[in-house]
């Protein structure tokens, strides 16, 4: 007849109407009919939903390539971001350990410069300093100009020049520089013994400056026994490795003041960062506090700390 199912599913609908409840929670007054999807075979008609699934795949993959194209942001940059942040994203040993460099670095921070200022940048950290430097300067005696800054690795002269504007020409910065480079390996980066050579040429620096060239060990004695180092109020590290920095420091420690500032650049936040400047610092027996320090910029890479003498 019009309008009633085809045999095969009115058979079947009679066969559900007349069963009786399984469920001893039904009632006469309940309904027991079943709906039964059936296919033009009579099986159960395929889902559509793993090709409905793919195509919103699609979509979101090309919305996203989109947005990232815009942006100016390549895959590979999300990948090496999730591996900074996810604990377990190191995809090689380098960025394993640069990740652990972090940490350490971190961990370091929070045991022992819980007191310190931290700035996002070492560049910050070097501006800060500036203030500090300028705020220490005071009238300079009529015999001349005082000797104010010692820099140790001076390389192009860019922090040099930047403590000699600080200072001005009534005082002076007296860098100290092999220019040949790196006198030993600088171990936890690629930067092997004689990187940073200049090939022995000195950088341009204002007539406040005072560049002593050669080898730390056999340089800084003679200055020490000929320049009147009582007025100095920062010293700046930048050797890079333990060696060098271990030499500066011990030989200036009996002539540094309570007071006196020391900028170490390199200090940590980088893969073996415990066996350079630090332990230079650490070994020389000079008594200090924390002052500031940098933590931001890319992870791995090295970060400064700048602390001030408290005793002799």
């Known amino acids: ?133 300028a705020s220490s300067l005071s009238p300079p005696p009529p015999a001349g100009p005082q000797l104010k800054v010692l820099e140790f690795g001076v390389w192009q002269g860019n922090t040099v020049r930047l403590w000699a504007a600080a200072i001005g020409p009534s005082f002076t910065v007296a860098g100290f520089d092999s220019f040949q480079g790196l006198s030993e390996h600088w171990t936890g980066t690629n930067m092997g013994k004689g990187s940073f050579s200049l090939g022995g040429r000195l950088p341009a620096v204002p007539d406040n400056v005072e560049l002593v060239e050669g080898w730390v060990d056999e340089t800084l004695p003679r200055f020490l026994g000929s320049h009147d180092c009582s007025s100095v109020s920062l010293v700046h590290i930048d050797f890079d490795t333990y060696s060098p920095s271990f030499v500066a420091l011990s030989l200036i420690g009996p002539i540094l003041q309570p007071g006196t500032l020391i900028l170490f650049d390199d200090f940590f936040g980088y893969p073996n960062w415990q066996s350079h400047g630090y332990k230079a610092l650490i070994d020389s027996g000079i008594s200090f506090d924390y002052l500031a320090f940098s933590g931001g910029g890319q992870g791995g890479h090295p970060q400064n700390c700048l602390i001030e003498v408290i005793q002799k």
Not at 22 to 48: D, E, F, I, K
Not at 92 to 104: D, F, I, P, T
Request: hydrophobic share 40%; proline share 8%; glycine share 8%.
């Open 1 to 133: 007849m019009p309008g009633e199912p085809p045999g095969g599913l009115r058979a079947v609908l009679v066969r559900a109407k007349e069963a009786k409840p399984s469920h001893p929670a039904h009632t006469a007054g309940h309904s027991t009919l079943r709906t039964v999807r059936l296919g033009r075979t009579g099986s159960r008609a395929p889902a559509p939903r793993e090709g409905v699934l793919k195509i919103i795949g699609k979509i979101v993959a090309a919305v996203l390539k989109k947005i990232l194209a815009e942006l100016r942001i390549h895959p590979r940059q999300i990948r090496h971001a999730l591996n900074i942040v996810r604990p377990h994203a190191e995809s090689n040993v380098g960025e394993a350990l640069r990740l652990r460099a972090v940490r350490s670095s971190a961990d370091f921070a929070t045991e022992n410069l819980s007191n310190a200022l931290m700035f996002e940048s070492p560049d910050e950290l070097r501006q800060h300093t500036v203030g500090l430097l």
